[in-house]
């Protein structure tokens, strides 16, 4: 190992030492000496903290155990919303109709997620059923550009609709079923699923 690596490596070592002594030892009368949202912003890089501001946190181990806190919490989330961008699929349920005509008048159904609604509305005697992406999905604008082949699945793993999205993020076809799509879904367990098909 060259020797500035070796002093790298010491200074590191050192640094993390000190830090861990510092959380660990409670500071008589010790109380948070600087707010979240300051805090915030020198994590962000939209201001970085002043000479003063430094000293404060470092000779505060409330505040710099805060200060961590707001770090790791920051990581995790940074880490949620890039998982977000993978869209795997998403599933719903029927709620409970509370009468036999309001269920065969069903017109939407929303998966337990939010992002899919499966609109149907009654066409020629029978139906047709849309398939509707919400624009708040944090994968929308993937979706959108890529334009996967995507399906809608019932309970019982038969197609309902297969298709691209549009522009305006629909897919749209003819109810398959000789069933209104209430009582569709209620013979086979009132769950439905949108996902990728598979290349």
């Known amino acids: 190992m060259k020797e500035n690596d070796l002093n790298s490596a010491q200074d590191d070592l050192d640094a993390r030492l000190q830090e861990r002594l510092l959380l660990s030892h409670p500071t008589p009368g010790d109380r948070l000496m600087l707010a979240d949202a300051t805090l915030l912003a020198a994590l962000d890089g939209t201001r970085p903290l002043t000479p003063n501001e430094r000293q404060a946190l470092s000779a505060s181990p409330l505040t710099l155990r805060r200060f961590r806190q707001l770090s ?7 880490q949620a919303a890039a998982n977000d961008l993978i ?61 996967p082949q995507l399906r809608v699945i019932d309970g019982g793993g038969a197609i309902v609709l297969q298709g691209r ?28 699923a949108v996902e990728p098909v598979a290349p």
């Open 87 to 147: 869209w795997t699929g998403s599933s719903g349920m029927l709620r409970a109709a509370s009468t036999a005509s309001a269920a065969e008048a069903l017109e939407s159904l929303v998966t337990d997620d939010g992002h899919w609604t499966l609109h149907f509305l009654p066409q020629d005697g029978g139906w047709q059923v849309i398939l509707s992406l919400s624009a708040e999905a944090p994968f929308a604008a993937r979706l959108l550009r890529e334009q």
């Open 72 to 78: 790791l919490e920051r990581h995790a989330s940074a």
């Open 165 to 192: 999205l549009d522009a305006d993020g629909e897919c749209e076809r003819t109810w398959p079923f000789a069933t209104a799509p209430a009582s569709h879904f209620q013979l086979y367990g009132a769950g439905f």
